[in-house]
């Protein structure tokens, strides 16, 4: 009797994927950092930055609490603009030896509490929010880093704060030498300018849509790389970033062209192919332990539906 050889399932699996061209090395520039940043608006950065060193000399104030608490929302926004510069920069914030202090810093930065009624709280209230949404949707934002380009999700923009929405008076109130509508104009002032280097970085970013809106594909996937056929025209060599959506979280890989053929014919050893379709093989560079291990993990549970289809 002979024995029956082993099957092994090799599987094309379906998942959500994007696949997003990296730019050539090198790319950046003093020019961009001003496109996104001009010199007028870090004049006014600084300058109500000076007004607060000023201000928080106050003896009163710092007595009775008011300057230690409105200094944390002045280093607040100095962690926001410092993580927006750095991706100006086409820095890496994550790779910044200050990156973590900086983080738990702002992490140890609490939300004010008022026991008693004021016309200022909501303010108050509202700009620690903003805050708060600046920095999370930078730390998010980093997470989707290429070298050196900065990616988004589909995100909206929102109107820059304005302390007029909940205290019509404020610049009144300010030109008049109140200490409080002067501290809260002059941070106001701050986080305005980098509300505006955000939005100008989102107009020349490359934008990513959500993952719900990728296209799904059949791939042969390994925690090696991954190969499939594409209407796009891909090159060897070619630096790329494929997003891939596994066990209900987005993967970020790295990846270089290895392979390009198009069906009707030998593989190409040209650096471009012009057909049609064509299937590319891409070898993944950098992987993560932890991402090779999901990758691992699916692909198996693939295999293993295929082998015993009814089996749950």
Not at 79 to 86: G, I, P, S, V
Not at 274 to 288: H, I, K, W
Request: aromatic fraction near 8%; charged fraction near 20%.
């Amino acid at each position: 009797m002979k024995q029956e050889k082993r099957r092994f399932f090799r599987v094309d699996v379906s998942l959500p994927l994007y696949v997003l061209s990296l730019p050539q090395s090198g790319v950046g520039s003093e020019n961009f950092k001003q496109s996104i940043l001009p010199e007028q608006h870090m004049q006014q950065f600084e300058q109500a930055a000076a007004a607060l060193r000023v201000l928080f000399t106050d003896e009163r104030h710092i007595a009775n609490g008011a300057v230690a608490l409105f200094d944390e929302f002045n280093q607040r926004i100095d962690f926001m603009a410092w993580l927006l510069t750095q991706l100006i920069e086409k820095k890496s914030p994550k790779a910044h030896p200050e990156f973590l202090t900086r983080l738990h810093q702002d992490r140890e930065i609490v939300a004010p509490q008022s026991g008693r009624a004021s016309k200022v709280f909501p303010l108050i209230e509202a700009l620690h929010q903003r805050i708060d949404q600046l920095v999370e949707s930078l730390l998010s934002l980093i997470d989707r880093n290429l070298e050196g380009e900065t990616v988004f999700y589909a995100e909206s923009d929102f109107p820059l704060f304005s302390g007029e929405d909940y205290l019509h008076n404020l610049s009144v109130l300010a030109s008049q030498g109140n200490w409080l509508s002067q501290v809260l104009t002059h941070l106001i002032s701050k986080l305005n300018v980098y509300e505006v280097a955000y939005h100008n970085l989102k107009k020349v970013s490359p934008i990513i849509p959500m993952p719900q809106n990728w296209p799904v594909q059949s791939v042969d996937l390994s925690r090696g790389g991954m190969a499939f056929d594409s209407s796009s025209h891909f090159k060897l060599h070619q630096k790329v970033c494929i997003l891939m959506e596994i066990e209900g979280r987005v993967l970020l890989v790295y990846a270089q062209v290895v392979y390009v053929n198009s069906p009707t014919s030998e593989p190409l050893q040209s650096l471009s192919v012009q057909d049609e379709n064509q299937r590319v093989a891409f070898q993944f560079e950098g992987l993560s332990e932890e991402d090779a291990a999901s990758i691992t993990r699916f692909v198996t549970a693939q295999e293993l539906a295929l082998a015993h289809p009814h089996q749950k």
